[in-house]
């Protein structure tokens, strides 16, 4: 947007790592539930916890939070908008707080709907193929 780093810009970027948070945490948690839920469950069964196991726990666990997070992200920007095409008194101010935040959210939605599940997948990935091999 052409717009220097000032205080403004930089609340915009504290509030926009703040709702990223947030939503990261959440996806994790509700991951990490479902991880954990299909795991007692096979064990309930008897049955050893499997890599297609816990690609199937990963996606029930994001697939929860793909509703929340869109309305989320949805609501910010769309709060976010008018102020980006405001041109009243402290419109300045106010859309250099706006621009990282409409920006961010559109990156925060792939984070946290694509990057975290295949991290979380991959790093449980590799502790499931290091326990079983450990094991033998």
Not at 29 to 44: F, M, N, S, T, V
Not at 93 to 109: D, F, H, L, Q
Not at 111 to 132: D, G, N, Q
Request: proline letters at 4%.
């Amino acid at each position: 947007m052409g717009y220097n780093m000032s205080v403004a810009a930089t609340v915009g970027f504290i509030a926009l790592s703040g709702v990223a948070a947030e939503i990261g945490v959440i996806m994790l948690i509700y991951i990490a539930h479902a991880h954990q839920a299909l795991k007692e469950q096979r064990e309930a069964s008897g049955e050893p916890f499997s890599v297609a196991d816990l690609h199937e726990a990963v996606t029930q666990g994001a697939l929860l939070r793909v509703r929340p997070i869109m309305m989320t992200v949805c609501a910010i920007i769309a709060g976010l908008l008018p102020i980006m095409w405001g041109s009243g008194t402290g419109s300045e101010v106010m859309r250099r707080i706006a621009a990282p935040m409409v920006g961010g959210m559109i990156s925060v939605t792939f984070l946290s709907l694509i990057v975290i599940p295949v991290l979380y997948a991959l790093v449980k990935t590799r502790e499931i193929k290091h326990s079983s091999s450990g094991k033998k």
